[in-house]
């Protein structure tokens, strides 16, 4: 099991989905596509990009970060400032160690969380692009009592939403200017086109849906499955699956992570998706091939 340094000397670090195999990063509660994880580092990590595959809030308990943005917009969280990252950006961190370690919980929402959310509120939603990548909040005492009050026993999926709506409903609370309800309710804007060779040499893509790839490549999603299988003779789906099985052989031997935490690094919400599709390929189910 890697470091977020380690991972991130090759790889752009998929958010949340890399996080579940990284050493230095502890899963609380997690249900689909929403999760909390509390990460702690205790060493330099400079120039890490990152892509958010998730919306995501960031709390800082600990410890300084800057984040860049594309057009080098930068924040310095600090101890109790917390940030709101949209879905679909990609950005850059920097932490230098010089008296404390970075600590700090990391929030992820499925999209029925933030739905249901999003249904509920009567503040408007702004109908144009916003120009904002991200939303700052300053230092607070509501968000650490927010978070020293979950309860990392308690992991159904209804006690996980009840928890997750409360903190969307928190800092739209702190939001006067309605930035927040804007960045979670606005889609995914498609970047410039990309090589699709290059792309998928240098991008983290086993973390990914092909709905990702379409757009992180700059193609609607039909035009990126025509040009991937001119390009790979197969279908992205198809070249996307036998990727991920290959790699979670490999993990299973390394004998360090579980079947579940092979499942979610990889990409699958549904462990017994997983467990299927690894035993029509290889004919043994994943737990027969640990060593």
Known sequence: MKTIFEHTQSNVLVIPQ?????????????????????KSLDRDLVDIEFYTNTPCFIFVESGREVITNYNNDTVELSAGSAIFLPQGVNLQSDFVKKTESLKAY????DDDVINDYLSKIKSP????????????????HDFSSFFQSIQADINTPSYLNVKLQELLHLIAWRDSQHIFNSLLATKKRVPPKRNLTRMLETLDVLHLTVSDLAYLSGRSLSSFNRDFKENYKVTPKKWLQEKRLSKAKDLLVGKELSVTEVALTMGYENVSAFIKAFKDKYGVTPKQIKP
């Open 125 to 140: 939603l702004a109908g144009y692009e916003r120009k904002e990548t991200f939303y700052l909040l300053e230092g607070n």
């Open 106 to 109: 990391l929030v992820f929402f």
């Open 18 to 38: 890399a996080l579940y195999a990284m050493k230095d990063v502890a899963m609380i509660c997690h249900h689909r596509n929403s999760v909390i994880f509390y």
